[in-house]
């Protein structure tokens, strides 16, 4: 397994790289170009209010739920969810064939062994989960015509209840499943993916999310650990700004592969300190693969 204290390294050393440059940047330039460029930071998830054209997007995706030191195994659950928004884009001021993406959405969704069919395995314990929440989805594409290619990256806030149908064998896993069982838990997620519109009001996507649960919500640990990625995403955007005046055609597969890459790695390492770099205890997390139709109005 990927080496913890060589990743936490990777990550201080991504987000601090990345702020210092763009605040290098903003230091050397802004008599010139003053704050041509600040619309675009976007150190808040919701920097602005909801603006757009009006979306409705449905997913289907294929799960898997884990935990630190369980025993025994989850069925594998199937996802379905429903998305209501707004996306707003617009062409760039730099080169008009990249596009800037916005999606803002409310959502709901149900993963649970039922849509799946169960397990293979009669002892695998079967799950139900409903989740709702609210998200936002970025990124620059690459216009094509009446077409476009949009690499994005997601990050949303969420409430699930869970509902186990079968009980642990072991006293250690049922007191796990007791922190979860039929109770309202708050969570985060994260998801890379690309949408390809293939005409102005329909778009296919596919997407990788990785999602945790909190057995409890410790505010302040998650506030702490919260920043600390908002932080490194505003670094990425600082120096995405940057890339985009010299080389536009770059930034959509930059910014996907950084931002995506920072997400990923902060989840990997909430995998056993839910409020990482907090000293906290292991989240309930699924990963999941999505397929969608998104429709816009």
């Known amino acids: 397994m990927f080496n913890k204290k060589i990743l936490f390294i990777i990550i201080l050393s991504l987000v601090s790289?990345?702020?210092?440059?763009?605040?290098?940047?903003?230091s050397t330039n802004n008599n010139n170009n003053g704050w041509k460029h600040h619309h675009r930071f976007r150190f808040m998830m919701f920097h602005d209010e909801f603006k757009g054209k009006p979306t409705i997007s449905l997913n289907y995706g294929l799960s898997k739920l884990s935990t630190k030191n369980f025993d025994e195994n989850f069925a594998k659950p199937n996802l379905l969810e429903l998305k209501l928004g707004y996306t707003h884009e617009n062409n760039n001021d730099v080169e008009e064939n990249i596009l800037d993406y916005n999606y803002k959405y409310f959502y709901i969704s149900n993963i649970s062994t039922n849509l799946s069919g169960g397990s293979s395995n009669s002892s695998d314990l079967k799950t139900d989960l409903w989740r709702f929440g609210f998200g936002r989805a970025s990124g620059y594409?690459?216009?094509?015509?009446?077409?476009?290619?949009?690499?994005?990256?997601?990050?949303?806030?969420?409430w699930s209840?869970?509902?186990m149908k079968d009980n642990p064998l072991t006293a250690n896993d049922q007191g796990t499943t007791n922190l979860y069982n039929d109770s309202?838990?708050?969570?985060?997620?994260?998801?890379?993916?690309?949408?390809?519109?293939?005409?102005?009001?329909?778009?296919?996507e596919a997407g990788y999310q990785r999602s945790i649960i909190f057995p409890r919500h410790i505010f302040w640990k998650w506030v702490g650990s919260s920043l600390i990625e908002a932080a490194g995403q505003w670094g990425i955007d600082g120096f995405v700004n940057e890339i985009l005046d010299s080389s536009p055609y770059?930034?959509?597969?930059?910014?996907?592969v950084l931002k995506n890459a920072l997400s990923y790695g902060i989840y990997e390492l909430r995998q056993e300190k839910m409020n990482?770099?907090?000293?906290t205890v292991a989240p309930l997390s699924y990963d999941q693969f999505k397929f969608g139709l998104t429709f816009v109005f």
């Open 184 to 204: 309202f838990r708050f969570g985060t997620s994260s998801e890379a993916g690309i949408r390809f519109k293939v005409i102005p009001n329909l778009i296919l």
């Open 250 to 256: 770059a930034v959509p597969v930059v910014n996907f």
């Open 17 to 26: 790289v990345a702020y210092n440059f763009a605040q290098e940047d903003d």
């Open 161 to 163: 209840r869970l509902r």
């Open 141 to 158: 594409g690459y216009e094509l015509g009446s077409a476009a290619i949009i690499p994005y990256h997601t990050y949303s806030f969420e």
């Open 276 to 279: 990482w770099p907090f000293d």
